[in-house]
């Protein structure tokens, strides 16, 4: 931990697909807080903000897609610590070209 940024975030948030993400972030202006893209078992692959912790697979934004018919979730009203906000997340899956699960876009 450096600064109260771990090190290993900060090279996360140097990836350029954490870049990109970051700029739609601030294209949002507000509107999105944050956004994460998780592996298959929920890892941190990519990020938008220095996240809480590196693994969202036991969450119900990563876990959820997976017990459900829908292709979305929609997480309840909560307090999100990492970004000081109360917030509502939303998940998609993703897929890669032979349609198998590859991770999740949070918001």
Known sequence: VRDNTPI???RYLKLEGSQFLQ???KQMQGV??????TDKQGKN???SEVTTDYWQGDEAKYLNMY???DDYY????EFDESTKHFQVQFSV???DKENQ???VLIL
């Open 45 to 47: 692959v990519i990020i």
């Open 8 to 10: 290993l975030a900060e």
């Open 74 to 77: 929609i997480d309840t009203v």
């Open 23 to 25: 700029v739609w972030q």
């Open 101 to 103: 699960h590859i991770g």
């Open 67 to 69: 017990q459900q018919d």
């Open 93 to 95: 899956p993703i897929f």
């Open 32 to 37: 999105i807080t944050e956004i994460i893209v």
